[in-house]
């Protein structure tokens, strides 16, 4: 379907950015998870000079990680619908910076947890589920005709016919009282 504006043809795309954010066709985020591990690669290449010194106590490096590079990984993170890849993706950047920051490789085999212990860094998925229960208090508290408040109410009715097994609940296991 072809979009015209003043007899002026728009293409349609199958991502575009908007406010920092890639949004893609069919609401994935493939392109804005890698676009952010992209971006905390830029902040940690222009703070390499402190990140990689080795004069500079491990702590501190990690403090520095933590206020620098960390945020711009997660920017808009708490607003994403995360999957298992997306996570691990985000956790491989990390542990490559992290490792880089002590001055250690994958072949000299320290643990990762070893690694967060030195520069004392929190895992990231730990982060990103934090960002997201802190995102959900905001919307829990706002008043009920907010309009992020009245989708909770909406009722989906399903047009397609489910196959399988229906969904497990308490209600549908336990026997009925009597």
Not at 61 to 69: I, N, P, T
Request: with cysteine.
């Amino acid at each position: 379907m072809d979009v015209s504006l003043e007899s002026q043809v728009i293409q349609s795309r199958d991502s575009f950015k908007y406010l920092g954010s890639v949004i893609q066709e069919g609401g994935e985020i493939d392109e804005d998870v890698t676009h952010r591990i992209e971006v905390g690669w830029m902040k940690w290449r222009l703070a390499s000079g402190v990140l990689c010194d080795k004069r500079v106590p491990l702590t501190l490096k990690g403090k520095f990680y933590k206020a620098v590079v960390r945020p711009t990984m997660m920017y808009g993170a708490e607003c994403w619908p995360v999957k298992k890849s997306h996570i691990q993706k985000m956790k491989v950047a990390e542990m490559r910076m992290l490792r880089w920051m002590c001055g250690h490789c994958r072949m000299d085999k320290i643990r990762n947890d070893d690694i967060r212990e030195k520069v004392c860094v929190a895992p990231i998925d730990d982060k990103m589920r934090e960002a997201r229960l802190r995102w959900f208090g905001h919307i829990q508290r706002r008043s009920l005709d907010a309009p992020v408040r009245r989708c909770e109410r909406l009722v989906v009715e399903a047009s397609l016919l489910l196959r399988g097994r229906g969904k497990v609940c308490v209600h549908t296991t336990l026997p009925r009282p009597h």
